[in-house]
């Protein structure tokens, strides 16, 4: 953050006075500054929590950004009911540790209600309804802005995103039309039925989540490192192996060691063989790998190139 | 493994339609090595990659083989950490390319070879120029389809030095390349070893980017009050962000704006100056914080019939000797983005610091065509993607800086207040800080 800290006794005259101003500084104060925006100038933000890194920097942001109180926003998750049981039991944990209140919008209410429609052939992925039910949820609380950990380098169509982007009524995104965002200007201010969605990691890539994990001492799932796990092997990628993902007929269910690279639901995230069981090994392994975070792990984003442009455009985050 | 503390360097890149831009940004990040296998394979295989693939992310921009809309990407050579903003050429040319420009250490403009210094090449220096890029790259591509010569070269460097002359660029650098073939990106063409500089990226290295910031003038702007923990002494507590300048522990300060009714500088010390931290942990002490830190502070000394003092959001701290004197009569250019024209009489809402403040365009000066450098005083409306120099009035004063000496406190939003919408982009002009004469100070 470009600080000094206070010298202590022990330290020589000759010892640096400015402490090193990192990238990784900026890109925490870029994210402070953005969040207090939202949170002293919006009704009612909330922060979109789905237990994976980056939700749980974000959580760790928001909880600096409210200093030294407690965050006065709710975390939203959108429940598929086809979690990672570990993550669900580190969201809980999560979120107990950092007071901040847990409201869950679920996808299975929703499909009963009849507000959408499943999919149902087997091992079918709900990520494509946790759109109608986040905006169902943001109309039911009347949330005026939601944070989320989306960050550009991630997918092309992210990195058109702004920091602070309107939703129009219907939770769609428009790319032609975003609001300019100048120098470090934010402007939370929207119109009738509009909400905002707030990235504050939006330059962040994933080397720095991690680098930022390690550095504050921030939690993370236990999938997110190397363990044993009974997979299959699907269109070049380990599959998990449980309730909502059962092997397809012909399919070998083979016990690998692997970790996680991104978390979402268990029907779309695949695993990767890896045996990094620690922050500086998974940061070693993230160094010398040669496919992006999301190509290696996201089957929701192989339906065609134009998968995250379109699920944006009707509301996605 | 991550570097340590690597310095953060944003670059947006213009151009004109097809001059290659896309293809240079795709080559810049392979030539770092950082774009994915999988990322490449998409580019359409091994042989000649489609490398404006790399960034041209909307479905109608690689149908139309345009780009759009500001594209971010992200990528690090050994020394740097850089962040592009790329903008359109064409498209909404005002309002993308100075979105990209705002906040910008570098702008990389290219100009084809072939076509030299074009109509878009003259607007793309003159908002770098207006916006106060510290560095500007001229990359002169399509070098591969002159036959490396150097004497197309030499014209565009010529034609760009003698538009250059007109403008407020303090730092020019000239680059041929050829971004298909990847000739002087990261390492020198061997086929023009007529051109003695550093290839791209190295340049883009070496830009000494550490003297652009100001750390003389102290604004430190209040992103919100707060109640400091295990207080007993009452004292008023702040979140800042230091905009420039270095804030230090125990310095005495004064705060504009502190009280709602009044103007007047309110006269502080800043104590126990700290680092916030996550989970209701006790804050980091600091001796003292540059811009853009984030840092909480108790503000001692307040005088005891000053009860109730308690800096709003928006409001400032400053040196008692060294602060802009508030003011509600704002000289600015704007670059306008509105549908809608801007004109006298306008009621808008602006947005400066972390302040919002009504205002009423009272008079447009002139209309600048970015073409020609000419002024039109007859204008007396703004139409979209324009600029000019307007007077506003503001409904309170504003602790303004001139944008040529404090970047952050120099630079306004105009919006809409009943949409939201950003309408204008204001550099501020004006009297910088006379000392004020203070009430209270002994």
């Not at chain 1, 994210?31 to 100038?41: C, I, K, R, Y």
Request: charged fraction near 25%.
């Amino acid at each position: 953050m470009g600080t000094t800290e206070q010298t202590t006794g022990t330290e020589t005259p000759s010892a640096p006075a400015i402490a090193p101003f990192t990238d990784l500084d900026l890109l925490e104060a870029e994210a402070l500054h953005l969040l207090h925006a939202v949170m002293s100038e919006c009704e009612r933000p909330a922060l979109l929590f789905s237990g994976g890194k980056d939700s749980a920097v974000v959580l760790h942001l928001v909880s600096k950004a409210a200093w030294p109180g407690e965050p006065q926003v709710p975390a939203l998750h959108v429940d598929t009911e086809h979690n990672f049981p570990e993550v669900i039991a580190y969201r809980d944990a999560a979120l107990a540790r950092y007071h901040v209140e847990l409201l869950v919008a679920s996808v299975s209410e929703a499909i009963e209600a009849g507000l959408v429609v499943e999919d149902a052939s087997p091992g079918a992925s709900r990520n494509a309804l946790q759109s109608a039910v986040l905006l169902d949820a943001v109309a039911r609380y009347g949330f005026d802005a939601l944070v989320g950990g989306a960050r550009r380098d991630e997918e092309k169509a992210r990195a058109k995103e702004r920091m602070l982007s309107v939703r129009d009524s219907s939770g769609g995104w428009n790319p032609r039309h975003q609001r300019p965002e100048l120098w470090d200007l934010h402007n939370p201010l929207h119109g009738p039925g509009e909400h905002l969605r707030c990235f504050p990691l939006s330059n962040w890539t994933e080397m720095d989540v991690w680098r930022y994990v390690e550095r504050e001492g921030i939690e993370l799932p236990s999938i997110y490192f190397a363990h044993r796990r009974p997979v299959v092997r699907r269109a070049g990628m380990l599959v998990g192996v449980g309730p909502h993902t059962p092997p397809a007929p012909g399919e070998e269910v083979l016990e690998a060691t692997v970790r996680y690279r991104t978390v979402g639901d268990m029907t779309c995230t695949a695993a990767i063989e890896s045996a990094a069981s620690s922050i500086p090994e998974v940061m070693a392994e993230i160094a010398s790998t040669r496919t992006s975070e999301r190509g290696a792990t996201r089957m929701d984003d192989r339906g065609s190139r134009w998968s995250m442009e379109d699920r944006k455009k009707a509301g996605y985050f | 493994m991550a570097p340590l503390a690597r310095d953060f360097v944003r670059v947006a890149t213009s151009g004109s339609v097809d001059d290659g831009k896309s293809t240079l940004i795709g080559r810049m990040v392979l030539e770092a090595k950082q774009a994915f296998d999988d990322e490449i394979e998409a580019l359409g295989g091994p042989g000649v990659l489609d490398l404006a693939q790399l960034t041209d992310g909307l479905r109608e921009e690689s149908e139309k083989g345009i780009t759009i809309d500001v594209a971010y990407r992200s990528f690090a050579t050994r020394r740097r950490r850089f962040l592009l903003a790329d903008s359109p050429g064409h498209v909404e040319l005002t309002r993308n390319a100075v979105t990209a420009l705002s906040g910008a250490d570098v702008a990389l403009v290219l100009v084809d070879a072939r076509h030299g210094v074009v109509e878009q090449t003259r607007r793309h220096a003159l908002l770098a120029s207006l916006i106060r890029v510290p560095h500007l790259v001229v990359c002169v591509n399509k070098m591969d389809l002159v036959g490396f010569s150097r004497d197309a070269y030499d014209s565009v460097r010529d034609s760009f030095e003698e538009l250059s002359e007109r403008l407020d660029l303090p730092d020019v650098a000239f680059v041929p390349v050829s971004a298909l073939g990847g000739d002087n990106v990261s390492s020198r063409s061997a086929e023009m070893t007529w051109y003695e500089g550093a290839p791209l990226l190295a340049h883009l290295e070496e830009v000494h980017t550490s003297s652009d910031r100001n750390l003389v003038d102290l604004r430190a702007s209040v992103e919100r009050p707060l109640q400091l923990p295990g207080d007993r002494t009452r004292e008023p507590g702040v979140v800042l962000q230091v905009l420039s300048g270095v804030l230090r522990d125990e310095e005495e300060l004064v705060v504009l704006g502190g009280f709602e009714s009044s103007s007047e500088p309110v006269p502080v010390t800043i104590r126990r100056l700290a680092a916030p931290a996550a989970l209701r942990a006790p804050a980091k002490t600091l001796r003292e914080a540059r811009p853009p830190g984030i840092v909480v502070a108790a503000l001692g000394g307040v005088a005891s019939d000053q009860g109730g003092f308690w800096p709003p959001r928006g409001s400032m701290l400053c040196r008692p000797l060294n602060h802009p004197a508030p003011r509600s009569e704002i000289d600015a250019m704007v670059f306008w983005m509105g549908d809608q024209p801007l004109a006298e009489g306008m009621r808008l809402t602006m947005r400066h610091t972390t302040r919002w403040v009504g205002v009423r365009v009272s008079s447009v000066h002139y209309r600048l065509d970015i073409s020609t450098l000419h002024r039109d005083p007859g204008a007396c409306a703004l139409g979209a993607n324009d600029i000019g120099h307007v007077t506003l009035v503001a409904d309170h004063p504003l602790w303004a800086d001139d944008h040529a000496r404090v970047r952050s406190t120099g630079c306004a939003l105009l919006v809409d207040a009943a949409s939201g919408a950003t309408l204008g982009a204001l550099t501020l002009r004006g009297p910088t800080s006379p000392p004020a004469s203070l009430r209270g100070v002994t």
